[in-house]
């Protein structure tokens, strides 16, 4: 903008020279010619026509023309009201006086970036703080900022009062208690001689690790009870320490079932009703059995499906790579990168088939 209005005022400049030698008649013909014009102008774009000027177009104009009294812009004939000249010329003097009284301070000097990091960091090491209490940390520190600083720090990062924050979810509860929590869930199934199976298994939540109980085609209390028992003492022997069992509210799950694991000093803890995001690990994995077993095998009856199910817990827990376990398996981690680039180059992977081929495990020739 400020280049072409230095370019406008030049030329305008040699046009007022140029007009010095000219004589009175010759103005007088030349300002007729350009009214006539305009008024061609006017009428071929009409009276609702608007003609949009350049921001230098109107400051050159409103220089020009407010030196002449308002009478005079009236009888002057522009493609603009004389009320638009004027108003051009307020807003160029408002630009003006804004630049001239420009405050040499804007308010007080932005948090320094350090300071900042410091306190999003004492927030998140210390949910229980609150803008009050960080100020206080930041004064032992030796730091000076007011407390109202750090509550806008907060606000801007959305974080909320101290009071919401230390308030436990169902998600805080899963990760911080990961390595005392078990799942299990009953998964239904109907073999080809078209009797329904009831299979009970049951996760790790920190390990991932797969234990199938059993499966029956009538799970009762005894069932239950015994698959419960025998749960107890393969935690015993395997060492895992579990205080947390989370299960459904299915009928199928006897009250005897907490009795034994209350004894084992497991305690046993109920989903919402309808909300099987409260067992999500648990479902997970029903959803893989499904889509990587039972949904692509042909179950005859229950013998069939225990050896199924047997070879599939292998397959999970020795082999299958989990996204949660960095692309480990539950009883195997990962193996270190091939670095080597004539390993890479001749690679020789063997295929082992589990299930007639329905599983397939891959690893490097011995």
């Given at each position: 903008?400020l280049?072409?209005?230095?370019?406008?005022?030049?030329?305008?400049?040699?046009?007022?020279?140029?007009?010095?030698?000219m004589?009175?008649?010759?103005?007088?013909?030349?300002i007729?010619?350009?009214?006539?014009q305009?008024?061609?102008?006017?009428?071929?774009?009409g009276a609702?026509?608007?003609?949009r000027?350049?921001?230098?177009?109107?400051?050159?104009?409103?220089a020009?023309l407010?030196?002449?009294?308002?009478?005079?812009?009236?009888r002057l004939?522009?493609?603009?009201?004389?009320?638009?000249?004027?108003?051009?010329?307020?807003?160029?003097?408002?630009?003006?006086?804004?630049?001239?009284?420009?405050?040499?301070?804007?308010?007080?000097?932005?948090t320094?970036?350090?300071?900042?990091?410091?306190?999003?960091?004492?927030?998140?090491?210390?949910?229980?703080?609150g803008?009050?209490?960080?100020h206080?940390?930041?004064?032992?520190?030796?730091?000076?900022?007011?407390?109202?600083?750090?509550?806008e720090?907060?606000?801007?990062?959305?974080?909320?009062?101290?009071?919401?924050?230390?308030?436990?979810?169902?998600?805080?509860?899963?990760?911080?208690?990961?390595?005392a929590l078990?799942?299990?869930?009953?998964?239904?199934?109907?073999?080809?001689?078209?009797?329904?199976?009831?299979?009970?298994?049951?996760?790790?939540?920190?390990?991932?690790?797969?234990?199938?109980?059993?499966?029956?085609?009538h799970?009762?209390?005894?069932?239950?009870?015994?698959?419960?028992?025998?749960?107890?003492?393969?935690?015993?022997?395997?060492?895992?320490?579990?205080r947390?069992?989370?299960?459904?509210r299915?009928?199928?799950?006897?009250?005897?079932?907490?009795?034994?694991?209350?004894?084992a000093?497991?305690?046993?803890?109920?989903?919402?009703?309808r909300?099987?995001?409260m067992?999500?690990?648990?479902?997970?994995?029903?959803?893989?059995?499904?889509?990587?077993?039972l949904?692509?095998?042909?179950?005859?009856?229950?013998r069939?499906?225990?050896?199924?199910?047997?070879e599939?817990?292998?397959?999970?827990?020795?082999?299958?790579?989990?996204?949660?376990?960095?692309?480990a398996?539950?009883?195997?981690?990962?193996?270190?990168?091939?670095t080597?680039p004539?390993?890479?180059?001749?690679?020789?992977?063997?295929?082992?088939?589990r299930?007639?081929?329905?599983l397939?495990?891959?690893?490097?020739a011995?």
């Open positions: 903008m280049l072409r209005l230095a370019y406008l005022t030049i030329t305008n400049a040699f046009a007022a020279l140029r007009l010095l030698p004589g009175d008649r010759d103005k007088d013909v030349e007729l010619a350009l009214r006539h305009v008024t061609v102008l006017q009428r071929q774009l609702d026509a608007r003609v000027f350049a921001p230098e177009d109107r400051v050159l104009l409103a020009l407010t030196s002449l009294p308002r009478e005079a812009l009236r004939r522009l493609v603009v009201r004389p009320d638009t000249v004027l108003r051009w010329h307020r807003d160029l003097v408002r630009q003006r006086h804004a630049r001239t009284c420009r405050p040499k301070r804007l308010g007080r000097p932005p320094v970036r350090s300071i900042r990091i410091l306190i999003l960091r004492l927030v998140r090491e210390n949910p229980s703080w803008y009050r209490r960080v206080g940390e930041l004064t032992t520190l030796g730091l000076k900022v007011a407390a109202s600083t750090v509550w720090i907060l606000q801007q990062e959305g974080l909320d009062p101290a009071s919401e924050r230390t308030s436990t979810t169902w998600a805080d509860f899963l990760r911080s208690q990961a390595d078990l799942a299990c869930d009953f998964i239904e199934t109907v073999t080809l001689n078209g009797q329904r199976q009831y299979i009970l298994a049951v996760i790790e939540h920190a390990t991932r690790r797969i234990r199938i109980l059993g499966t029956t085609a799970p009762t209390t005894a069932w239950v009870t015994q698959a419960m028992k025998n749960l107890v003492m393969d935690l015993e022997d395997a060492g895992c320490r579990a947390y069992l989370i299960r459904d299915d009928g199928k799950f006897p009250a005897l079932m907490e009795e034994i694991l209350a004894e000093g497991i305690q046993t803890v109920l989903t919402g009703i909300m099987p995001r067992n999500s690990i648990m479902e997970r994995w029903v959803q893989s059995c499904r889509h990587e077993l949904n692509r095998c042909l179950i005859w009856n229950e069939h499906l225990r050896h199924a199910l047997g599939y817990e292998r397959f999970y827990n020795e082999h299958r790579a989990h996204q949660g376990l960095a692309q398996a539950p009883l195997r981690t990962a193996p270190d990168p091939i080597d004539a390993r890479i180059i001749d690679l020789n992977i063997r295929r082992r088939d299930l007639g081929g329905i397939h495990e891959y690893a490097h011995a």
